[in-house]
Antibody, heavy 123, light 111 residues
């Protein structure tokens, strides 16, 4: 079964850092691009970042560029999002999503989604 | 404010058809055939319903169809069923500056 399992969310103070993870199973991880999409409480979806299957190419939304870093460990079938200088507006459920292709920002469609991991930024 | 504009809500009776619009610009929807649509039930992860404007993933009902004209994309659901009640989001590639943009979402109510 194709599955994504997110982890690592929690409560962090403004200005703090957090790394969230997403472990994949059921497909050849290194051949697909991956993305992070977030959803603030009661709000819509917002694309955050994407990475190619090889990890060579990375893409960021303007709202997180310079603060967040996406990476992947293909030997462990795991996707990461390192979040620094966190702000209240970063509070959201963060979903990892599998792209349909090998190198895009998710623009060809994201066909498998994790269950979401909650990040709360508050003092 | 979302990059793509969707109606906040639409409704229809079982068996009817509804269409959700997604208005973008010449920088996103109008320039690329890379529009996708996602269905999200409360408390659940989104599900891909349409990709590349009008393609359906395996397992998605053929009651769901997509189209595009100029800067506006549309999702049509025919033969409405109770389980179609959900939030729907459009999504488009927006070039190498913004990459991927979503609409604000549309709440579909099946009366």
């Amino acid at each position: 079964e194709v599955q994504l399992l997110g982890s690592g969310g929690g409560l962090v103070q403004p200005g703090g850092s957090l790394r969230i993870s997403c472990t994949a199973s059921g497909f050849t991880f290194n051949t697909y691009a991956m993305s992070w999409v977030r959803q603030a409480p009661g709000r819509g979806l917002e694309w955050v970042s994407g990475i190619s299957g090889s990890g060579t190419n990375t893409y960021y939304a303007g709202s997180v560029k310079g603060r967040f870093t996406i990476s992947r460990d293909n030997s462990e079938n795991t996707l990461f999002l390192q979040m620094n200088s966190l702000r209240g507006e970063d509070t959201a459920v963060y979903y990892c999503a599998k792209g349909r292709d090998s190198d895009s920002s998710g623009s060809y469609g994201m066909d498998v989604w994790g269950q979401g991991t909650t990040v709360t930024v508050s003092s | 404010q979302s990059a793509l504009t969707q109606p906040a809500s639409v409704s229809g009776s079982p068996g009817q058809s509804i269409t959700i619009s997604c208005i973008g610009t010449s920088s996103d929807v109008g320039s690329y055939d890379l529009v996708s649509w996602y269905q999200q039930h409360p408390g659940k992860a989104p599900k891909l319903m349409i990709y590349e404007v009008n393609e359906r993933p395996s397992g998605v009902s053929n009651r769901f169809s997509g189209s595009k004209s100029g800067n506006t994309a549309s999702l049509t659901i025919s033969g409405l069923q109770a389980e179609d009640e959900a939030d729907y989001y459009c999504c488009s590639y927006a070039g190498s500056r913004s990459y991927v943009v979503f609409g604000g979402g549309t709440k579909l109510t099946v009366l």
